[in-house]
């Protein structure tokens, strides 16, 4: 399976935008790439996916690179709510194979 | 909806007993995870089923951990016998059409084996 690289954790002030970065350098044509994120003691929650173009919703923004072997996870003004854990994960297109692998994933700090 | 239902939440045990821990998806959704989350081992899926079928079972760890989803709206993951390794917060997860879809886990259930 393709993998992703994140960096272990990130800081960023409050009401300021974040952006996050994942590394898929083996993704394939048909992986989608998704963002869920784990508020502390919480379930993981999704937060955005998308295959090619760039994709928003209420939660954030997904910037895919044109190679799309990287990705950025963009929210637009941070508050001390985001602060979790974001797992950036490619799940291939194949029905039959419904697995999403979680790596580590990038620690977010919002500091007031 | 009340979203993905999970219970217990905190489940304390001793290593030898059978530990069985309940999670009610969200109406409508065909497809159902478990995962298991430990600080060395991370967020790990252990079994999915689709329509009440298992799928994939390759991440359940031993014989000692069963999965069953008698209908729709009810599933259970059993641990007999439970050891101290099996310490862990478990989820649950449902999606309306499979992992590539936005998926939503429950609280967790918090088990503890002494």
């Known amino acids: 399976d393709a993998k992703t690289t994140q960096p272990n954790s990130m800081e960023s002030n409050e009401e300021e935008p974040v952006h996050l970065p994942c590394n898929h350098s083996t993704i394939s044509g048909t992986d989608y790439i998704h963002w869920y994120r784990q508020l502390p003691s919480q379930g993981p929650e999704y937060v955005i996916h998308g295959l090619t173009s760039n994709v928003n919703n209420r939660m954030a923004s997904l910037a895919i690179a044109e190679d799309r072997k990287s990705s950025t996870l963009i929210l637009h003004r941070a508050t001390l709510r985001d602060a979790a854990v974001y797992y950036c994960?490619?799940?291939?297109?194949?029905?039959?194979?419904?697995?999403?692998?979680f790596g580590t994933g990038t620690r977010l700090t919002i500091i007031p | 909806d009340a979203g993905v239902i999970q219970s217990p939440r905190h489940e304390v045990t001793e290593m030898g007993q059978e530990v069985t821990l309940r999670c009610k998806p969200i109406s409508g959704h065909d497809y159902l995870f478990w995962y298991r989350q430990t600080m060395m081992r991370g967020l790990e899926l252990l079994i999915y089923f689709n329509n009440n079928v298992p799928i994939d079972d390759s991440g359940m760890p031993e014989d000692r951990f069963s999965a069953k989803m008698p209908n729709a709206s009810f599933s259970t993951l059993k641990i007999q016998p439970s050891e101290p390794r099996d310490s862990a917060v478990y989820f649950c997860a449902s999606s309306l059409y499979g992992a590539h879809y936005e998926q939503y886990f429950g609280p967790g259930t918090r088990l503890t084996v002494t």
């Open positions: 994960i490619l799940s291939p297109q194949d029905f039959g194979n419904e697995k999403l692998t």
